[in-house]
C-alpha cells in the first residue's frame, strides 16, 4: 500500500515545522508519484533554508550598518558640541572687536584732521606701517573674519541638527531649514560645474523627525550629485529643489537632477537594501531603502520616483502637514495658516 511512504512524508514535513530544522530531508524510496512528491518536498525545504540563511545575513549586515551610522551620528553631535563653544566665543568677540577698531579708526581720523603737522618720528613709522592701507583694509578683513565665523557657526548648528537620530518623539520641523542646511554640508561636493537652485513655496512647519528628514535630504542630493558627475564635464549639471504644500494634505518637496537617470528594470530595485550601481566603497545601496524607510514609516509619506535614462531623475518626498488620528497624541500640530 502507499500509506506508508505518505506518512513518512507526512512525518518529516510535520518535524520540519514543529522543530523549524530545516536540514531534514525526506527519503526518496520510490520512483512514483510518491517518489516525485518527496523530491518536491526536499526542494521546498532546502529552498526555505537558502532563503533564511539570506535573510539572516542581511539582517546582520544591516543591523551592523545602523549601529555604524548611529555611532557617527554621535561623533558629529558630540564634534558639533565641542566646536560650538569656541566658535561663539570667536564669534561673539569679533563684534566687540568691529566696534573698537572703528573706535580706534575715528579716533586716529580725528587725530589726522586735528593735528596736521604731526612730529616727524610719527609721520615716518606711519609710512612705513604703510597706514592709509591698513585703515581701508582693516573693516574688511574684521568683515571676512565676522562671514567666515559665521559660516562655521551654520554648518556646527547644521551637523548638530543632523546628528540628531535621538529624536523619539516629532516635533515642528523646519522643512527649508533642512534643505539649506544639508546644502551647506555638502558645499564641498557641490562646486564641480553643479548648479543648485531652490523654490521655496509658502510652507508651514511639520511634525517630524529633524535628524532623519536631514539624512533623507542628505541621501537624495547626495545621488542627484553622483548621477551628474557620472555625464560629461561639458553637459550642464542641474539640481532643481522645490516645495510646496499641497492643500490639504501634503507638503511636497521635488529634487530633480538632469544627471543620467535610471533604467526601468533599476528603477524597481532602487528601494531595496544592498542595491547599489556605484563601485564597492562608494555605494553602499542603504540610501534610498532608509529614506524610504524614514519617509513612510516614521513620517506617513510617500517617497516616488520618475527617471527617464539620460534625461535626469526626480524623488518627490510626500509629508503629511497634519498628523494622523492614530499619532495625534504625541505629535504636534503643523500650522498651516500660512498657506
Ligand atoms: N538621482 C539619481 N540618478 C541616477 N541614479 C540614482 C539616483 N538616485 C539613486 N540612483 C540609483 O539608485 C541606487 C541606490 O541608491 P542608494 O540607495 O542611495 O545607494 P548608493 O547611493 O549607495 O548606491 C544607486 O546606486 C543608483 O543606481
Ligand atoms: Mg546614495
Known sequence: SIATPIQNLTHVARRVTQESNFELQA?????????????????????????????KAEQATRLLENEKMSSLGQMLAGVAHEINNPVNFIYGNLIHADEYIRDLLEILELYQEKILDPPSEIRDRAEELEIEYLIEDLPNLVNSMQVGADRVRQIVLSLKNFSRLDDTEPHPVNVQECIESTLLILNNRIKKGIQISCQYGNI????????????VFMNIITNAIDALL??????????????????????????????????????????????????????????????????????????????????????????????????????????????
Not at 45 to 52: D, E, P
Open 204 to 215: 508651514p512647519p511639520i511634525p517630524g523627525y529633524t535628524g532623519l528628514l536631514y539624512q
Open 230 to 339: 557620472e555625464i560629461p564635464e561639458s553637459r550642464d549639471k542641474q539640481i532643481k529643489i522645490t516645495t510646496e504644500c499641497q492643500q490639504p494634505e501634503w507638503l511636497v518637496i521635488r529634487i530633480a537632477d538632469n544627471g543620467m537617470g535610471i533604467s526601468p528594470e533599476n528603477q524597481a530595485k532602487i528601494y531595496d537594501a544592498f542595491f547599489t550601481t556605484k563601485p564597492r566603497g562608494v555605494g553602499t545601496g542603504l540610501g534610498l531603502a532608509i529614506s524610504y524607510q524614514i519617509i513612510v514609516e516614521k513620517h506617513n509619506g510617500k517617497l516616488t520616483c520618475d527617471s527617464q535614462v539620460d534625461k535626469g531623475t526626480e524623488f518627490t518626498i510626500f509629508l503629511p502637514l497634519h498628523p494622523t488620528a492614530e499619532d495625534a497624541s504625541s505629535a504636534t500640530p503643523a500650522n498651516c495658516s500660512t498657506c
Open 27 to 55: 527519503e526518496v524510496k520510490t520512483q512514483d508519484e510518491v517518489g516525485v512528491l518527496a523530491v518536491s518536498l526536499n526542494q521546498l525545504i532546502q529552498r526555505v533554508n537558502t532563503l533564511l540563511k539570506e535573510q
